[in-house]
Each structure stands twice: as C-alpha cells, then as structure tokens.
C-alpha cells in the first residue's frame, strides 16, 4: 500500500481511506483521503460518507472493490459489495458507525444519503457481530433458469 510509510510515521489521530480495485486486487498507491488530527467521531462521519459516495460509484469509486477506512496503520473498517448489498465490518467502530452522521470532508460534495437511501434499504441487516449490510431497494432482476434449461443449453 503506497501510502503506508507515512501512516506508519504518524504520531496523531490521522485517517486514511483506501480503495481495492476490481481489475487487480491491488490496493490504490495512495489514499484516497486523508484527515490529519480529527475525532474519531468526525471521521466515522466522514467515512459514511464514503461508504455513500463508493456505493454509488462517485469520486472515481467506479471500479473499486472494496474501500478501508485506517487510523495511523491500523485497519478499523472494510466495505465492500457483496450481491448487491454494500457490507460493513468494523471490530471495534460499528455501533459507533451505525450512530454516526454523514458529514463532508473538505473536498467533497454533496452530502450523499438523500441519493444513497433512494437505492438502499434505510435499514441496515446484521450480518453478524461485526458486520452489517446496505441492501439494494431493487436489485438487479436476472433470469433464473430451471435445471431442465440449464442441460438443454450444456447439450446444444
């Protein structure tokens, strides 16, 4: 991960937020934000605002697989979509999360949530202790072919 060296130099409550991308897996060479010296609260606020931002594909968060919220080197959260349901891990930071406050980071705008729970369920599923989902208000509808027409087209 390109920016690690200087999250690993910090001494303060910095942030950093990191992209996967789909084509390689590999993470972005540098983050795609950074918050010096912020509450932990201003960032969970921040970071939901991401997580909005990367569900609905804004900020060059189009081929992205997965984006991580850091704070100095340590991983707090993961995102990703998974079926159409944008999951959030955090063993530490997810009730926090879930009572946090979608809130703008210097460079960006606007605020998503309007847009975001147009296409997601406003009510989040527990997936399990340390995780939770977004679910798609209408997924995407594909065609569920019996297995009569699954062998006929193996045949042709």
Known sequence: MGGRLSSMLSTNNDW??????????????EPEQVWRNISKETALNRFKHEIMAYSLKKYGYENTKSIYLYINSKRVMRVENINNQIVIESRKYLQEYIESQEELAPSRY?????????????????IDVYKIAYILNDPPQEKISSYEEAEEETEE
């Open 110 to 126: 606007p605020l998503q949530s309007e847009e975001f729970y147009k296409s997601y369920c406003k009510n989040y599923a527990r």
């Open 16 to 29: 950093y937020v990191y992209k996967r991308l789909k084509k390689n897996d590999d993470y972005s060479p």
